[in-house]
């Protein structure tokens, strides 16, 4: 069983471009979340997607990022218009469903975006 | 939503030797959990403590919670060279089961 993937793995981006993320979550979890980790920092909660649906994006940045997670394919986390500040390292986890809370989520290993 | 702050930022030990590293926090929790991340790369979940626990174990990790401190403590007995990691506590709190944050994390050294 393969475990949560993202593509690619470095990314660099000259600012004003636009960067697209890739996460495939484990086999049989369908929910994910993305989370950003700044130089020198811990991970900050980005968003929280199950299938076709955001369910909670109160750490995304209101302006250029959006995610989405379709019926078919990989979640995608997308930043128009990047900027130097964009520069982190974006990781996906996922997590089966559950009806009860969230025990354990599962890290990619991650996509290192730098914006020059 | 609030953040744990991990205490030392950084620990060098020789292997064989224990380590412990802790997280404190302020306001009250669902549950605590610690993650490994190697350098470069995806974080590796370690263990769960719910706020009604006070001790679990995973092979040679110890995790304690102490909900009047607000605080938790990992140990790795007998450490190894492949332990060298930064060590994350991350916080579930408030009405949300899934939002962990995460403090800055320990780096830790263990050198042969």
């Known amino acids: 069983n393969a475990g949560v993937m993202q593509n690619p793995r470095h990314l660099v981006r000259r600012r004003g471009q636009e960067a697209r993320l890739r996460c495939s979550p484990m086999k049989g979890h369908s929910h994910v979340y993305w989370y950003r980790q700044l130089p020198e920092e811990g991970l900050k909660f980005m968003v929280y997607?199950?299938?076709?649906?955001?369910?909670?994006e109160s750490g995304m940045p209101k302006e250029r990022f959006s995610a989405e997670f379709p019926k078919e394919g990989p979640s995608i986390l997308r930043i128009q218009q990047v900027v130097r500040g964009d520069s982190a390292a974006y990781f996906c986890?996922?997590?089966?469903?559950?009806?009860?809370?969230?025990?354990?989520?599962?890290f990619g290993p991650g996509t290192r975006l730098t914006v020059t | 939503s609030q953040q744990g702050e991990e205490d030392p930022q950084a620990l060098s030990i020789q292997e064989g030797e224990n380590a412990t590293m802790n997280c404190s926090y302020k306001?009250?929790?669902?549950?605590l959990q610690w993650y490994r991340q190697n350098s470069g790369r995806g974080l590796v979940h370690l263990i769960l403590?719910?706020?009604?626990?006070r001790e679990k174990h995973s092979g040679r990790l110890r995790v304690t919670l102490d909900t009047s401190k607000k605080s938790s403590s990992l140990l790795i007995t007998a450490s190894r060279a492949a332990d060298t990691a930064s060590y994350f506590c991350?916080?579930?709190?408030?009405?949300?089961?899934?939002?962990?944050?995460f403090g800055k994390g320990t780096l830790l050294t263990v050198n042969p």
């Open positions: 986890a996922s997590s089966p469903p559950t009806s009860g809370s969230v025990d354990e989520q599962y």
């Open positions: 991350a916080l579930n709190s408030g009405g949300s089961n899934y939002k962990l944050t």
């Open positions: 403590i719910r706020s009604n626990e």
């Open positions: 997607l199950q299938k076709e649906n955001i369910i909670d």
């Open positions: 306001t009250s929790i669902n549950n």
